[in-house]
């Protein structure tokens, strides 16, 4: 009896263990099946090499044993694929290859690299559609400009291939008799390469191919909502150094939270940090670098600004206006969230642009005849809404949007707001949602003064507004020149063209000409570029 009992409960825990499994396998299977990466429609990801699961770790090998997060669609919020992200282990063992791999790429002449980035760049070009449509997907913004993105990266190539050929250094007279003095510009080493979700692509190749020609090595981090951008650039990036026969660590990634960025800021085996995000984390980043004496290359915030005169040419300043705030769904550290209109203008601009914001074309942001598309995250809506309500109790009405849309997906209505005063709280913050600030001003004094009280244009080198004036009377040029407005500046610097304002002068130390791995035009402070619309 108590054989045959022993015998039935073992079939019967044999029969639950079968079922756990089957069950699990099920649901393995109903989890992979749910993936975009797995959906017909989506296959052209493949031709990126991903997967379902991808290693989010490349020191000239792939791997990953940390957290995995999974990476969602911003237009429906469904998983797209999955990211094994890098431990602190793994980071380590990651730089330890970067700082070797530099003493062989260091080596190698100048134009010579350059040829290496030339192909970087060729690669890029062959994979500029698929690649700027996973942008499009992961990211949230339109295909036509996550294509451009790509663009962008393939554009610094051609420019960075020239530049490979140009670092000189001048040959200066002694006081010496016999004797001259020769400048000899010096890869700086290891460059940490933080970067943000709005520009996944861009601003990492601004910053990767500069600093390779100039013989220095890149470790990437990635913005942890858009890893499989990350993963597929590098892919593409390590296929050419694997060609070359160079180690794959001169272009190393590591995907991670903020556990490896705190990491790469404190370490001092990073000779320059480049970071790409808020105001709020630049910062703490910021203070992390100082407390080693590091270098650091920051772009951060901005709230940029357009004043329309009496005498523009609304013809010009509707559509600016209107591509300049709503464009990327309003998340570019360049979007125009302010607009300053002459009182004798106001009610008219506002009510052209009121009607062309309800004629943007909004839907799924692959499809090419979308204009804009949905936010980045579920948070980015709460953020949002936040800023709406903010704005009304602050005194605003809301001439346009202000809503959520009712469809899948992190959607928001453009939104007009009116009525604020131009110191209001909401007005100084960036928010880096679709919400435009309209303020009427009665003279140029009142508006160049308005653009400056802002805070993000007093930070010294930590964020950047522009401000854009719009008048058929040139001599305002001159006024602006005299009047401390920011405003963004392309100015070479060590690796990267940065952002700057003539009230960030002493932005990433750039008037001093003891930093190696400067570019011969660096010796000198920012300057200020005004623009002026004259129309």
């Known amino acids: 009896m108590q054989r045959c009992l022993t015998l039935t409960l073992g079939r019967y825990s044999r029969l639950l263990l079968q079922k756990r499994i ?16 797995n959906q017909p429609k989506y296959s052209w990801l493949k031709e990126l090499g991903l997967s379902e699961d991808n290693p989010g770790v490349y020191n000239g090998s792939w791997g990953g044993s940390g957290e995995v997060i999974t990476s969602y669609c911003p237009a429906n919020n469904e998983p797209i694929a999955r990211v094994t992200q890098a431990t602190l282990a793994e980071y380590e063992e990651t730089v330890q290859k970067a700082k070797e791999a530099w003493k062989l790429w260091a080596d190698i002449p100048a134009p010579k690299r350059g040829e290496v980035v030339r192909q970087i760049g060729d690669a890029l070009r062959k994979k500029i559609k698929v690649l700027g449509s996973l942008v499009s997907l992961e990211m949230g913004k339109i295909y036509v400009e996550g294509v451009g993105e790509v663009q962008e990266y393939v554009d610094v190539c051609d420019y960075a291939v020239g530049l490979s050929r140009m670092i000189g250094g001048p040959m200066l007279p002694s006081e010496r008799p016999g004797h001259v003095l020769i400048e000899q510009w010096n890869p700086v080493g290891l460059v940490g390469i933080i970067t943000a979700f709005n520009f996944p692509v861009a601003v990492y190749g601004w910053n990767n191919a500069i600093a390779l020609i100039c013989g220095n090595v890149c470790l990437w981090k990635g913005a942890p909502t858009t890893p499989l951008t990350s993963v597929a650039v590098t892919k593409i990036v390590a296929e050419v150094l694997e060609q070359n026969n160079l180690p794959g660590a001169i272009c190393s990634m590591t995907c991670g939270g903020a556990d490896v960025g705190t990491a790469m800021a404190k370490d001092e085996r990073v000779d320059l940090l480049s970071f790409t995000g808020s105001t709020h984390v630049g910062k703490m980043v910021a203070m992390m670098v100082q407390e080693r004496f590091g270098r650091k290359l920051l772009e951060l915030g901005g709230n940029n600004a357009i004043i329309a005169f009496e005498d523009a040419d609304l013809n010009l300043v509707v559509p600016s206006a209107v591509f300049a705030s709503v464009g990327t769904a309003g998340q570019r550290c360049t979007t125009t969230r302010r607009l300053m209109l002459h009182e004798s203008l106001h009610d008219t601009v506002v009510e052209r642009i009121a009607k062309a914001y309800k004629q943007v074309r ?12 949905p936010l980045h995250t579920k948070q980015a809506v709460e953020q949002y809404l936040a800023a709406v309500e903010q704005a009304k109790q602050q005194g605003g009405t809301i001439v346009c949007g202000g809503k959520v849309m009712d469809r899948p997906g992190n959607y928001v209505e453009p939104t007009i707001i009116t009525g604020l005063p131009h110191n209001a709280p909401i007005v100084h913050t960036e928010t880096f949602v679709p919400v435009l600030y309209v303020l009427k001003f009665k003279t140029e004094e009142e508006a160049f003064a308005w653009n400056n009280e802002h805070l993000h244009s007093l930070l010294k080198g930590r964020t950047e507004t522009t401000a854009l004036c719009a008048t058929r009377n040139p001599c305002r040029l001159g006024h602006m020149q005299k009047t401390p407005i920011s405003s963004a500046t392309h100015l070479h610097w060590k690796k990267l063209i940065p952002w700057s304002s003539r009230k960030a002068g002493d932005w990433c130390d750039t008037d001093r000409k003891d930093r190696p791995s400067q570019h011969p035009t660096s010796g000198v402070s920012c300057w200020s570029v005004c623009v002026c619309v004259c129309v």
């Open 22 to 37: 089957s069950s699990f396998h099920c649901q393995q299977s109903a989890a992979m099946s749910s993936l975009l990466i």
């Open 362 to 373: 909004i839907g799924d942001p692959w499809d090419p005849n979308t204009l804009y598309g």
